[in-house]
């Protein structure tokens, strides 16, 4: 007999749980239900809020709260069954659109989107959901979202539509896959022998790696070979060569040093492996300086440098709290690394890299030690 009625409340746990009475004002028969039901999960030890949706209609600020503690299940059900209704609040659109994107269902997403490309604040969202279907390597979604965001806007295309590839002047460029990437060469490039630029890049990535542990990349490194800064403006609308290493992509002239954007994208894996923080310009610029693969004497361009333009000292500290986007900067940081490597060894460089912030620095290297460090590799530069 005790079977029984636990079987017809489990029955009645899982209509509700198919969502069929969450959205009806709390009648007192499904309120008898909810407390039913209640007593059978607390006995799983599982009565989550459910009692809640039960028991009154779900606002738009209940469904909001689902969405900010992450119960995105529930909210896709809930706006699921209200988008059946005629007129539909554009905020559950939206809000089911990011449960979706949340929860990796790009394909409903897409659909979503397609039938309600009239919510203007879906834009933002429409964006995102490309950026990820792109970083997941689903290029043609990642294109149709994008694309479907400049419908929505009725703008040009956007910033992502352009760098990731998806304009119609990439169809003319020359394509070549290695082991670790996937190379775009601009129509007539000036580099004349793509295969052996493809090795010398596969060489760089090696060599990095080597030196920072075995790091899987998400995905294959797009790289975008330009000729020109000018030509990068153009095309995809940013000023130079640069590296996003969230989307293991990158546009770059063909002249920039090897090791340098790749170094950029391998370190930013590498930090995330252990949780570090993002460091400042200094360090970063420094690293992928230091790493750029280009066998040249670092320390003698920062004193040429400094020697054109009259600058008569360096002092570490002021550039790691400003650097700017100079050469004679990002030199700096690459011969301060190096110089550290060099008196207290990789070990510890290699500590320090994986949390680049000053508390790690003062850590690994002593803060008895750290006026030392920096006065020697000064006196280096300014002798
Ligand atoms: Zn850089």
């Known amino acids: 007999m005790k079977k029984r009625t636990g079987l017809l ?19 007192e028969k499904s309120k008898a239900e909810a407390s039913e039901i209640e007593d059978v999960q607390d006995v799983n030890g599982d009565s989550s809020g459910k009692e809640e949706l039960l028991s009154e209609e779900i606002s738009m600020e209940g469904l909001h709260e689902l969405f900010f503690d992450k119960k995105y299940e529930d909210v896709i059900r809930l706006s699921e069954m209200k988008l059946k209704e005629a007129e539909v609040d554009d905020k559950i659109v939206v809000l089911l659109f990011r449960s979706y994107v949340e929860t990796g269902k790009l394909k409903e997403a897409y659909e979503l989107v397609e039938a309600k490309s009239e919510v203007k604040d879906l834009a933002k969202h429409v964006k995102s959901a490309g950026v990820l279907a792109y970083q997941e390597e689903n290029f043609e979604l990642a294109k149709a979202f994008l694309g479907k965001m400049k419908s929505i806007n009725g703008a040009e295309d956007t910033l992502e539509f352009r760098k990731f590839g998806f304009t119609d002047i990439y169809k003319e460029f020359t394509f ?43 995905k294959k490194v797009d790289s975008y070979i330009w000729d020109s800064e000018d030509d990068i403006n153009t095309y995809v609308g940013r000023d130079r060569s640069f590296a996003e290493p969230e989307n293991t992509l990158t546009h770059f002239v063909y002249t920039m040093e090897p090791g340098h954007e790749m170094c950029h994208i391998i370190y930013y894996h590498f930090r995330n ?38 600058i008569e000292s360096v002092d570490v500290d002021k550039l790691w709290k400003s650097s700017q986007a100079f050469q004679l900067d990002y030199c700096i940081g690459a011969t301060f690394l190096k110089y550290l490597e060099e008196q207290e060894g990789w070990e510890k460089l290699y500590a320090f890299l994986k949390d680049p912030t000053h508390r790690n620095f003062n850590a690994v290297y002593g803060e008895e030690n750290l006026e030392k460090l920096k006065a020697g590799y000064e006196a280096l530069v300014n002798e």
Do not use: C
Not at 189 to 217: C, M, P, Q, W
């Open 9 to 27: 409340i489990a029955l009645l746990a899982l209509s509700v749980g198919a969502g069929l009475v969450l959205w009806t004002n709390g009648d």
């Open 176 to 218: 070549l896959e290695t082991e670790h990437f996937r190379f775009y060469f601009q129509p007539e490039s000036l580099v004349e022998d793509i295969e052996s630029f493809a090795k010398t890049h596969e060489e760089a990535y090696v060599n990095i790696v080597s030196r920072l542990g075995n790091i899987e990349l998400p």
């Open 273 to 310: 492996s252990h949780e570090g923080t993002r460091p400042n310009r200094f360090i970063e610029e420094g690293l992928a300086t230091y790493f750029d693969q280009v066998d040249n004497n670092k320390l003698e361009i920062v004193k040429s440098i400094m020697k054109d333009a009259n």
